[in-house]
């Protein structure tokens, strides 16, 4: 089972709401991801976890905060958010987060900040 | 440059026939490359990995390797209409830690 999944599917929220996207995998995988795409780019990564540890963050702003709260679920939780960060995050696991490793990812949320 | 270089597109093949997708690559450390689908409006889904110089076939699908020329490719044979998607190509390398996706290339099946 390569499953990934991710809720919700879809979020509008305004600027001053504070909400959460959940990631989830029973891979056994060791390594998480959060990814933000916008049309028409490549996925751009923002934070890894592994072994439940925070090992990246690609400089993102702090209104985005991720929580690993075990080695199978991955939060991101959302504050303060602009216009422009209304995109579509993907979550993807791997085995151990090495390079050679196989990133699988999940259906995305398809954020929509007003 | 970048690090990770693909055609935009959009490719358009015939249904039928090879459709031939190319990346190249900046840095000679990488060690391991990616080629992902994806639909529009969809998550990235895994076509292949290759680690090493040469081919892998599964399938359709033939990813080739030449780390000395620092270029991968994706061959996509007797191409189909479901085929019609931007693949990603994305390489890993362990002084980043992490994957470099390229920004895709658009390839179009005609019937």
């Known amino acids: 089972d390569t499953e990934v999944t991710q809720t919700p599917k879809h979020l509008v929220m305004g600027m001053t709401n504070k909400k959460s996207l959940k990631c989830e995998q029973h891979m056994g995988h060791r390594a998480m991801y959060w990814y933000k795409q916008k049309a028409k780019k490549p996925p751009e990564l923002m934070f890894v976890y592994s072994y439940e540890k925070l090992s990246i963050n690609e400089s993102v702003p702090s209104r985005f905060s991720p929580e690993c709260p075990n080695s199978s679920l991955l939060n991101l939780h959302l504050h303060a958010l602009q216009p422009e960060d209304s995109a579509l995050y993907l979550c993807a696991s791997s085995q151990d987060g090495t390079v050679t490793d196989t990133q699988y990812f999940g259906p995305g949320t398809r954020l929509t900040v007003l | 440059q970048k690090e990770v270089e693909q055609n935009s597109g959009p490719l358009s093949v015939p249904e039928g026939a090879i459709a031939s997708l190319n990346c190249t690559y900046s840095?000679?450390?990488?060690?391991?490359f990616f080629w992902y689908r994806q639909y529009s409006g969809k998550s990235p889904e895994l076509i292949m990995f290759i680690y090493s110089n040469g081919d892998k076939e599964d399938g359709r699908f033939t990813a080739q390797l030449n780390k000395a020329s620092q270029y991968v490719s994706l061959l996509i044979r007797d191409s189909q209409p479901s085929d019609s998607a931007t693949y990603l190509c994305a390489v890993g390398r362990s002084s980043a830690s992490k994957i470099i996706f390229g920004s895709g290339t658009r390839l179009s099946i005609r019937p």
């Open positions: 840095d000679r450390g990488s060690q391991s």
